[in-house]
């Protein structure tokens, strides 16, 4: 029996480089980064303030169940955000089949909004100020409000979703580090190729813009502490990471469910690889990608002259940028031989368990505009980086096929083929 | 799924655990068929005057015992440690050779919660730039950078374990976590099953693991009213599933992995195979994120798509392994959605719930419990649900009351309901030839 054919009906974007998929292509193309120096959080003293945030997010607009929003962390509420804008495009709002739709959606660890535990725990301190856990049981746990777990935990991305629009197939979370929306959505394409589903809401959120998400990343030595022109993947002067927040999700649907809807298809998924990296766990480079976006090719049946584009991952990172570079060298051969490659994170910033799905996003409407969009702040090529690169501006090309790279701390790689759509 | 079609066939070839009753299979298989109790009143912190003050916890053992090649690394966290020695037992009993000798066919799937945080830390971090009503977020960060330590934060991130399975054994294929709460583990399972049959691996090692009894955690579930908080002078008899007078589970913690391998991969090379896998459903609620749907359309939904991926009738299952964490809602909600997956057989099959003696493992519970059911199958032994005393006229079926029973299984399912609406069913059956 062939695998049924599965196309995305729907993009739905929650960016710090705009709300709907127009703004972000409008950001993508032109080069206007979302990032910026932070103003929900006051990061003076830090030796990184820009941060890409999500700006003009409303709950009201976005989020169908009001009660709802309070129970919600932000990222929680970008994902539901990102889905309705998803299930707007794809026209698909009050037409869903419960028992055929599923929901898979990426996600990280969420931490509890500082103030609330601080109330709780500043009622939990003994006469010499010390905190006690004694208190805290007795006293400060209490203060917190009871559905307080919920509001933090990673599957409620996905749960959420699938009570708003009344979705009752197979679901799942999943937390990958990196690779999280990319496998959200992987495996969704799998779901509904093996007739589990007919409409899958596949992609990710994140958001480590917490004081103690900031502290983590600095601690470990990933963020950049440049004031502009960061992050700078491939660039000689690359210093780290900016983070960021926001959430994307992708309707995908069997290929003749779409049909019959005569709903216009963005892409068809016609490749997914997934594999583990040796190496060190604790860091983010090791092969850089390479067995995942060949066995993402290979599960097409695709060769590596035959794709038009790659949204690699593009860290900005030390070494990562490097095993990215050499990757995709072994892949595609030398730079003059490569597809256009393209990094959008300079756009985007880091959102961690979205990022696979905003750089296919990405991908989908540089198919869909005949464009690919530029790699920001590439100005000293890294000669160990040897990349075919968008710089200075869109760059105009029909593009048939479009390669997506993630790769984790953790070792998880990760990597999407998408494909202009069926005629 | 189309039940009975031509399709890759996934066996088990091997199982570990660490579970609150004791590390390893057989320890913990020995006390459950005991009926014995892992509940106790916490001593990972001083939870004295939390409203419940019990858990089951694993006894504390040296991880260099069991995998001596992890334990000068620094900084894992509980549920890693876990992760690593159950991971180790499944792999050392597969008999495959380390490292694997395909290592882009052999993948991992987890179902793995995060670590604890560091919380005494995190604390004095927040109440030292506390400032009217507000954290100095300034001040936090100042001072988060020289209390706080790089790696423990790293290891806490649920996508570790897995990374470090895939370190142990070579494995360099497929790679995954998933956190669907409740049913994460068997979650896993189940992907990583289909993994297999669509031909994308030869061998998984899937499962998962959890530590949530720390002060977030447990202060979490019960601000939910989600534990049991008359039963802290009684532990042993605080988690006690279908029985009246239940009034929510009690946290556990530990860790299950199989070795999940494709059907011919295993004969060829003479594996002993412990069971299979033979069918496997997800579903969602979509309901509340506090409650089950009342007539639990979701559960029946799952196992429904389990029974019907597995393509066998409601009469061939011997046992199952139920969700059971002894809240008022899901055990009734469960039992109700039992009968009508099952109708009349409801009330001839034996259901049990373990978590009535190793707790709630949270993520690790379905891997954990998918291997009972194996062992189950292996020994014609069904483990009891303990502290059963007064029957509840809303739960009437056979939960296997207080004692072990004698009974041949040849198949049996698992069920795991996610908190939010995730839900997971498993079935699992004696591997027979044809």
Request: charged share 20%.
């Amino acid at each position: 029996m062939d695998s049924r054919r599965v196309v995305i009906t729907g993009i739905g974007v929650v960016s710090a480089a705009g709300i709907g998929r127009e703004p972000y292509w409008e950001h993508l193309t032109a080069g206007r980064s979302g990032i910026g120096v932070s103003t929900n959080l006051d990061l003076n003293g830090f030796p990184s303030r820009l941060v890409a945030e999500v700006k003009g997010f409303d709950p009201r607009r976005l989020v169908a169940q009001r009660k709802a929003v309070k129970v919600m962390c932000r990222e929680i509420q970008f994902a539901v955000g990102a889905t309705q804008l998803a299930l707007e495009d794809a026209g698909l709002i009050g037409h869903l089949e419960p028992d055929r739709t599923g929901v898979n959606f990426g996600a990280g660890l969420m931490v509890s909004e500082i103030d609330e535990l601080g109330a709780a725990f500043s009622r939990s301190l003994d006469e010499h100020g010390r905190f006690e856990l004694k208190r805290f049981g007795r006293e400060g746990l209490a203060s917190l409000f009871p559905l307080w777990l919920l509001k933090y935990l990673p599957n409620m991305h996905a749960c959420h979703i699938s009570i708003f629009y009344d979705c009752r197939g197979p679901n799942n979370t999943i937390t990958a580090g990196d690779c999280s929306a990319t496998q959200a959505i992987g495996e969704a394409m799998q779901i509904v190729a093996r007739g589990d589903a007919d409409v899958f809401l596949a992609g990710g959120a994140d958001g480590k813009l917490t004081p103690l998400n900031l502290v983590r990343y600095e601690l470990l030595g990933w963020l950049s502490h440049r004031e502009e022109g960061t992050p700078a993947p491939f660039d000689r002067r690359r210093d780290g990471l900016v983070v960021g927040e926001g959430a994307v999700c992708f309707v995908l649907e069997e290929l003749e469910h779409a049909r019959r809807r005569s709903v216009r298809i963005w892409g068809e998924l016609v490749g997914y690889g997934c594999t583990w990296e040796p190496g060190e766990i604790r860091q983010h480079s090791r092969s850089g990608g390479e067995l995942a976006m060949r066995a993402a090719l290979e599960d097409a049946g695709v060769k590596p002259e035959e794709v038009g584009a790659v949204l690699a991952h593009g860290l900005g990172l030390g070494n990562a940028d490097v095993a990215e570079a050499q990757a995709l060298e072994r892949i595609f051969g030398a730079a003059d031989q490569q597809p256009l490659v393209t990094a959008i994170k300079p756009v985007t910033g880091h959102v961690s368990a979205a990022a696979g799905g905003l750089e296919l996003a990405a991908g989908c409407l540089a198919v869909a505009n005949g464009a690919v969009p530029p790699t920001l702040h590439y100005r000293e090529p890294d000669p160990e980086c040897p990349v075919n690169l968008v710089r200075d501006g869109a760059r105009k090309e029909q593009v048939h096929l479009a390669l997506v790279n993630t790769f984790s701390f953790g070792g998880q790689s990760s990597a999407l083929l998408l494909r202009e759509p069926p005629q | 799924m189309v039940s009975g079609r031509e399709r890759r066939r996934v066996v088990v070839t091997g199982f570990g655990m660490v579970t609150p009753l004791g590390v390893g299979v057989e320890r913990t298989w020995q006390a459950l068929t005991e009926g014995r109790s892992a509940i106790v009143p916490i001593r990972l912190f001083d939870a004295s005057t939390y409203p419940t003050s019990i858990a089951a916890q694993v006894p504390e053992y040296a991880l260099a015992d069991y995998v001596p090649e992890m334990a000068a690394r620094d900084h894992l966290g509980r549920n890693e440690c876990f992760t690593l020695t159950a991971a180790t037992e499944a792999y050392r009993g597969s008999g495959l050779p380390r490292p694997t000798p395909r290592p882009r066919r052999t993948g991992v799937y987890l179902g793995s919660g995060e670590g604890a945080m560091d919380f005494l830390n995190f604390v004095a971090l927040v109440v030292d730039n506390w400032r009217d009503g507000h954290v100095d977020v300034p001040g936090f960060l100042a001072e988060g950078r020289r209390r706080l330590n790089a790696i423990i934060e790293l290891e806490q991130e649920p996508n570790m374990p897995a990374g470090y399975v895939a370190q142990l054994f070579g494995a360099q294929g497929y790679n995954s976590n998933c956190l669907t709460a409740c049913a994460a583990s068997s979650q896993a399972i189940g992907e990583a099953t289909d993994i297999i049959r669509r031909g994308d691996a030869d061998i998984m090692i899937a499962g998962g693991s959890h530590s949530m009894i720390h002060p977030l955690g447990v202060a979490g579930f019960n601000l939910l009213t989600a534990l049991a908080v008359g039963y802290n002078e009684q532990p042993a008899k605080a988690s006690r599933p279908f029985d009246l007078h239940r009034q929510g589970f009690v946290l556990g913690e530990g860790a299950g992995m199989l070795i999940l391998e494709e059907l011919e991969h295993a004969r060829g090379r003479g594996a002993r195979i412990h069971g299979e896998v033979i069918g496997y459903g997800s579903t969602a609620d979509a309901f509340r994120i506090t409650d089950s749907h009342p007539e639990g359309r979701g559960a029946e939904a799952a196992m429904l798509a389990a029974l019907t991926d597995a393509g066998v009738s409601p009469e061939e299952i011997d046992y199952i392994n139920a969700h059971g964490t002894s809240t008022e809602v899901n055990d009734r909600v469960e039992t109700k959605a039992i009968k009508t997956v099952l109708g009349e057989r409801a009330y001839h099959v034996p259901i049990s719930s373990t978590k009535s003696m190793t707790g709630h493992l949270i993520a690790a519970a379905g891997a954990v419990e998918a291997i009972i059911c194996l062992l189950a199958i292996r020994d014609g032994l069904i483990p009891p649900t303990i502290n059963y005393e007064t029957p509840d006229p809303e739960c009437d079926l056979d939960y296997v009351p207080n004692k072990a029973r004698r009974a041949t299984v040849r198949a049996a399912m698992s069920n795991s309901f996610g908190f939010g609406g995730q839900n997971v069913c498993l079935v699992l059956r004696r591997y027979e030839e044809s």
